[in-house]
């Protein structure tokens, strides 16, 4: 492992998690890393006490209020553009990946073997209410994301992700919503950027739990797959 000079900024994105963002916290604080970091948290207008309890950990963590829901394209956009370290780590607020190993994402970036690490969900753990539909909906997305871009991604809707911050700036993403994942992977492909799939644990929230995403949000996912597949890209510097 490569131990020379890298900052980590870890963004977590979160609304309405008052239960779960304290504990998320909590172990990412408690990660032994090789690297220092700093935690930034976007608020994204909840409507609960998710600001309050992301409070009590300033100024270890750096809170950012939206002043309504924007969405989670959004309100990770908010976090990148404050971060301050050269590789950006996303960190979901409701433990459905595990901080823990998040060091398997950061590796091959600090070792210079990857531009963006995507973590796939190898090891899943479902929740009650879930429904294999959603797996087949995520299959399909990544089937068209094969078709369209020619390569095989296991998982890129996966919320385990991390970036060089000057790719992640280059790229230029703009989206507000879900379809931050078909921009995102779609521009890194066709820059010609680095992307490599890890192994990752997955332990699923129910909805009732406050899971957001929903199989009405593969619709934009596939639309801007194709869409970013023709549309202009920025230029590779």
Same mark, same amino acid.
């Given at each position: 492992?490569? *131990? ?12 309405? #998690? ?12 408690? @990660?032994? @890393? ?8 976007? !608020? ?20 950012? &209020?939206?002043? =309504?829901? +924007? ?6 956009? *908010? ?6 370290? !050269?590789?950006?780590?996303? &960190? ?27 973590? $796939?969900?190898?090891? %899943? ?6 429904? %294999? %539909? +959603? &797996?087949?909906?995520? /299959?399909?997305? /990544?089937? *068209? ?5 020619? $390569?095989?991604?296991? !998982? $890129? ?5 991390? $970036? %060089? =911050? #000057?790719?992640?700036?280059?790229? &230029? ?11 995102? *992977? ?6 010609? +950027?680095?992307? @490599?799939?890890?192994?990752?644990? +997955? ?20 639309? !801007? ?13």
């Amino acid at each position: 492992m490569n *131990t020379s000079s890298h900052k980590l900024s870890f963004v977590i994105a979160a609304y309405n #998690e008052a239960p779960r963002v304290g504990k998320t916290i909590e172990r990412v604080l408690a @990660l032994q @890393l090789p690297w220092p970091y700093e935690i930034i948290v976007v !608020d994204d207008g909840s409507k609960d006490e998710t600001a309050n309890v992301i409070r009590r950990y300033e100024p270890r963590v750096h809170l950012i &209020q939206h002043d =309504r829901n +924007y969405g989670f394209g959004k309100a990770f956009r *908010t976090g990148c553009a404050h971060a301050t370290g !050269d590789i950006i780590v996303r &960190q979901d607020s409701d433990l459905e990946y595990p901080p823990e190993e998040t060091i398997n994402l950061i590796e091959p970036i600090a070792d210079g073997r990857a531009d963006v690490v995507y973590g $796939f969900r190898a090891e %899943r753990h479902h929740a009650k209410d879930w429904k %294999r %539909r +959603y &797996q087949l909906g995520g /299959n399909i997305i /990544n089937a *068209t994301a094969k078709m369209l871009y020619g $390569f095989a991604i296991k !998982d $890129f809707i996966t919320a385990a992700k991390a $970036f %060089r =911050r #000057e790719v992640w700036e280059a790229m &230029q993403i703009g989206s507000d919503g879900f379809e931050i994942e078909s921009e995102t *992977t779609a521009k890194a492909k066709r820059m010609g +950027y680095r992307i @490599l799939c890890i192994p990752y644990s +997955y332990f699923a929230r129910s909805f009732a739990e406050g899971k957001k995403i929903r199989a009405k949000h593969a619709i934009p996912i596939i639309r !801007d797959l194709f869409y970013w597949r023709v549309a202009p890209i920025p230029h590779r510097t």
